[in-house]
């Protein structure tokens, strides 16, 4: 069973950082790409960051440019999403995803979606 497990996720004061994690179980990343989407209440589901698993080739939105650092450890089959200088509007459920096309932040692109993990910005 394919499954993506999402955690790192809480509450942290504006200008904080936070690392979310997402570990993939019933599969190994290789050539897949690993993308971050966040949803917060009202909004639509958005891409934040993605990764091309085998390359290590990372993209971002451009809200997150210089603040949000994607990276993979291969031997934890594991991606992170880095986030500092965080902000109120960063507050979202962050969900990640594995998807079929290098570079694509949108979410029909992904198959294999996790639970989701809520990150808070809040003085």
């Known amino acids: 069973q394919v499954q993506l497990v999402e955690s790192g996720g809480g509450l942290v004061q504006p200008g904080g950082s936070l690392r979310l994690s997402c570990v993939a179980s019933?599969?190994?990343?290789?050539?897949?790409?690993i993308g971050w989407f966040r949803q917060a209440p009202g909004k639509e589901r958005e891409g934040v960051s993605t990764?091309?698993?085998?390359?290590?080739?990372?993209y971002y939105e451009d809200s997150v440019k210089g603040r949000f650092t994607i990276s993979r450890d291969t031997a934890k089959n594991t991606v992170y999403l880095q986030m500092n200088s965080l902000k109120p509007e960063d507050t979202a459920v962050y969900y990640c995803a594995s998807g079929r096309a290098e570079g694509v932040l949108l979410d029909w692109w992904y198959d294999y979606w996790g639970q989701g993990t809520q990150v808070t910005v809040s003085s």
């Open positions: 990764i091309k698993y085998s390359t290590g080739t990372t």
């Open positions: 019933g599969f190994t990343f290789r050539n897949d790409n």
